[in-house]
């Protein structure tokens, strides 16, 4: 069985400041994708890393997939309110489509 | 163009019922993946749907079985149900084989 860890479970941080968030696996994946989701709704996705060291920016936001494809990582800079929600990685194995989740870390952006 | 909607977004049922959730995926998807996510952790694969048949299972008991239309919207089906089967249901979907997906808003099952 698959599994994707994630750190930290739970972030409060103030608004400017930055984070970083990471998700660990001992498998390795085809490709790996973040989603956020606000409550009462489904994920969104933010970004989809297919190649080992790849490093994708969205705005803000900051993604890398580690060399091995086992891990990644989501930076966020300057933290804004609007950035509040459940953040989640999911890994595809190589041959399948279905998506396995890590645990989500829920961030918290107060003024 | 739409999304992927789910229908309902709330349901209360008692143990022992059996209940039916709909999903239609995103224009031009023909992949339904569901996904039942409880509360405070990641969402958990339950199965993949295309070409009217289930490709893919994950580790959940035959209670849970589905279904894939001509159009491909598609139906979960949980029966005999338990209170551990409240959760958020997702429906996600998909084109072919790849592996970017669209979730809907969800369906919330409550089992008293």
């Known amino acids: 069985t698959q599994l994707l860890e994630q750190s930290p479970q739970f972030l409060s941080i103030q608004e400017g400041e930055n984070l970083t968030v990471y998700c660990n696996s001992s498998?390795?994946?085809?490709?790996l994708q973040w989603y956020r989701q606000e409550p009462g709704e489904g994920p969104v996705l933010l970004v989809t890393v297919v190649t080992g060291g790849e490093v994708k920016k969205l705005k803000r936001l900051t993604f890398q997939f580690g060399d091995a494809r086992k891990d990644s990582s989501l930076h966020i800079t300057a933290a804004q309110p609007g950035d509040t929600g459940l953040y989640l990685c999911a890994g595809a194995p190589g041959t399948a489509s279905k998506l396995t989740f890590g645990t989500g870390t829920r961030l918290q952006v107060t003024l | 163009d739409a999304g992927v909607t789910q229908s309902p977004t709330h349901l209360i049922k008692t143990r022992g019922q059996q209940v039916t959730l709909r999903c239609s995926p995103k224009?031009?998807?023909?992949?339904v993946s569901w996904y039942q996510q409880a509360l405070g952790q990641g969402p958990q694969f339950i199965f993949q749907y295309y070409e009217e048949e289930e490709r893919q299972r994950g580790n959940f008991p035959d209670r849970f079985s589905g279904h894939q239309f001509p159009n491909y919207s598609s139906e979960l089906n949980v029966n005999a149900l338990l209170l551990g089967d409240s959760a958020l249901y997702l429906c996600?979907?998909?084109?072919?084989?790849?592996?970017?997906?669209?979730f809907g808003q969800g369906t919330r099952l409550t089992v008293v």
């Open positions: 996600a979907s998909s084109l072919g084989r790849m592996v970017v997906a669209f």
């Open positions: 498998s390795v994946f085809s490709s």
């Open positions: 224009s031009g998807h023909d992949t």
